[in-house]
């Protein structure tokens, strides 16, 4: 039961790589390598979240998840407090990935401190 708990976690952090993974790549495939705020941006919260994302899937640690959601929370709002709001696609791309990330790290979170929800 603790091994198949700790494999549905490991499922949520493969999917924080593979946005982590997304979202720094996402200034070239968006189209927004030029644009040096919301490069810089995507390049260090992708690296910090892939990061965190390969740290928890060799050892589980509740804080990584958290530190996730707020990466996830400031992917969210860095459109606004950095000023690249009126870039569409720039701003879209962090708040769609800020959402999935705040989504998949809550979940972890969730599932760590509610084990007994899937029996």
């Known amino acids: 039961m603790a091994m198949k708990l700790m494999e549905g976690r490991k499922g949520q952090d493969w999917i924080n790589l593979v946005l982590a993974i ?8 968006i189209g927004f390598a030029a644009e040096t705020t919301p490069a ?5 919260a992708g690296f910090v979240l892939g990061a965190l994302a390969l740290a928890t899937l060799s050892a589980f ?11 996830g929370l400031w992917l969210i ?4 407090l950095l000023g690249f709001m009126a870039s569409t696609n720039t701003m ?4 769609v990935l800020g959402v999935l990330v705040v989504a998949a790290s809550a979940w972890a979170v969730w599932d760590f401190r509610h084990p007994h929800a899937h029996a």
């Open 40 to 44: 810089w941006n995507a390049w260090v």
């Open 92 to 95: 879209a791309t962090h708040v």
């Open 61 to 71: 640690a509740e804080w990584e998840e958290w530190a996730n959601l707020v990466i």
């Open 22 to 29: 997304c979202l720094f790549i996402s200034p070239w495939i």
């Open 77 to 80: 709002v860095s459109p606004w």
